[in-house]
């Protein structure tokens, strides 16, 4: 499969800056609430929780409260310099305060996407900016209640054309303040010196003089023939990320599977393997799922099922006796109709184990934080 080559942040970030997230997850917080009447955000009363770090992402944590709860912190009004003087580590005591919000996209607030825009950016076209953001809000909280899938693309597609309106804004102070890497730091990035991969002479001139062009297309705004002119780069970049990025080897995937699989059906599976790949670097996606399902259609009679327990021991919360009973024969079920390769059939006694451990994960689902304060190793961090 051809390894993508990437292109520049700007392009990437010109095209999706103030992109919120979409997620429709209810807390489920009983606090009283309030709404910021200059936004549709819904919030409630500030909170204080203290408790210890279970995960650490980029804009956020898990923690697992002495309250017993389930919390995730947000921590977008905080700067990358802030998070990282906090040195966040698993298992650490930390006390946070801030608001409890409805869903995930609650998090990025109109403040937060406007710390994220040049400073040239006028009041006229912040106001227009702040308009367009709550109505794609309003939209968001609208998609997560719609009962069919149509009615939710046509509110995507709205939020869609308001992002493409945004843009349009956005993108003359965007290219303004572009400072583009030089062609010599473009290619550190890409990696090549990780494998001692020397690009050609000639290669080398070309590429330089594609990348200039590229630059110079990007900063006039040409995005189409900017595009073009980056692929251009590609065609001659991809010998040498195939070298970076070479193909798994029929005896890699093998040893990668940890199975134990007889010698003749090994001989079967490598042709099929070895078709799979080739139709995936032609980008042959209808080919390659059709072998790739054939591929763990011969594996799976190898493949050794999780116990019941084991399943139910992922979970953090306890489950009735009543409904493990039930749970138990589904799960068999499903598992074995899985490794015989019915799907359709299969699903259907997930959806049923999903229905029996729905209230479970409805009572023990995280509540969202959107911190304003953080304290951890007796130092106190308040937003910016």
Not at 16 to 26: C, D, F, H, K, S
Not at 78 to 98: A, D, W
Request: charged share 30%; glycine share 4%; proline share 4%.
């Amino acid at each position: 499969m051809k390894k993508p080559i990437k292109k520049s942040w700007m392009i990437a970030s010109a095209l999706t800056i103030g992109m919120a997230v979409l997620t429709p997850l209810q807390a489920g917080a009983t606090e009283i609430k309030t709404t910021d009447s200059s936004s549709t955000t819904t919030i409630q009363l500030e909170q204080k929780i203290t408790g210890k770090i279970k995960g650490i992402y980029g804009d956020g944590m898990n923690i697992k409260g002495n309250d017993g709860k389930n919390y995730y912190v947000s921590f977008y009004k905080f700067s990358t310099e802030q998070i990282e003087k906090m040195n966040l580590v698993e298992g650490q005591e930390i006390s946070v305060e801030g608001s409890v919000v409805e869903s995930y996209s609650d998090f990025y607030t109109f403040a937060v996407y406007k710390k994220e825009l040049p400073k040239e950016v006028t009041k006229e076209d912040l106001t227009k900016l702040e308009k367009m953001f709550n109505e794609i809000k309003k939209l968001e909280k609208e998609v997560s209640k719609e009962e069919t899938e149509e009615e939710k693309e046509k509110k995507y597609e709205e939020i869609n054309k308001i992002y493409e309106e945004m843009y349009k804004i956005t993108k003359p102070y965007i290219l303004a303040n572009w400072q583009p890497q030089s062609y010599e730091e473009y290619i550190q990035e890409l990696g090549f010196n990780e494998k001692n991969i020397v690009i050609k002479e000639n290669d080398t001139t070309q590429l330089k003089a594609i990348y200039a062009e590229w630059v110079q297309l990007v900063k006039s705004g040409d995005e189409e023939k900017a595009n073009d002119k980056h692929d251009e780069l590609n065609k001659i970049l991809q010998p040498y990320f195939d070298e970076l990025y070479p193909p798994q080897t029929f005896d890699e995937f093998v040893k990668e599977l940890q199975l134990d699989i007889p010698a003749e059906t090994l001989a079967k599976l490598k042709p099929v393997f070895e078709n799979a790949q080739k139709a995936d670097k032609e980008e042959d996606m209808e080919l390659s799922n059709k072998l790739w399902h054939e591929i763990y259609q011969m594996i799976s009679p190898y493949i050794k099922p999780v116990t019941f327990e084991e399943y139910m021991s992922d979970f953090e919360f306890a489950v009735s006796e009543a409904d493990k009973m039930q749970l138990k024969p589904l799960y068999e079920e499903a598992s074995a109709l899985d490794r015989e390769g019915n799907i359709e059939k299969a699903q259907e006694k997930w959806e049923a184990i999903h229905k029996i451990l729905e209230p479970y994960f409805e009572v023990n689902q995280d509540t969202l934080i959107s911190a304003s304060k953080v304290i951890i190793n007796g130092q106190d961090y308040l937003a910016e």
